[in-house]
């Protein structure tokens, strides 16, 4: 069973930025095709982005443009930068495997607001 611990969410205002990091367990993480999901209140959980063990990502197109996910093999870590950030975008964000899904993780809670 993989654990992914998320960190480096916070309250930002609109157009700012944050970057989230998941450390990951388990001997296999290289080859894992990676997501950032995330969860606004009353909504259900939807993958925002992704990236393959080739580290070919996609994005859903409501952060297209404006996240770029990113992976160190070496440590186990997946990256999601988040500019221009919106209040629509506020939401508990974990990660998990797109594939055979693991226990999720705490999450963090990203809030953007003025």
């Known amino acids: 069973q993989v654990q992914f611990v998320e960190s480096g969410g916070g309250l930002v205002q609109p157009g700012g930025s944050l970057r989230l990091s998941c450390a990951a367990s388990g001997s296999f993480f290289s080859i894992y095709h990676m997501g950032w999901y995330r969860q606004a209140p009353g909504k259900q959980r939807e993958l925002v982005a992704s990236i393959t063990s080739e580290r070919i990502t996609d994005y859903a197109d409501s952060v297209k443009g404006r996240f770029a996910i990113s992976r160190g093999n070496t440590e186990k870590t997946v990256y999601l930068q988040m500019n221009s950030l919106k209040p629509e975008d506020t939401a508990v964000y974990y990660c998990?495997?797109?594939?055979?899904?693991?226990?999720w993780g705490q999450g963090t809670q990203v809030t953007v607001s003025s």
């Open positions: 998990n495997r797109v594939k055979n899904r693991q226990s």
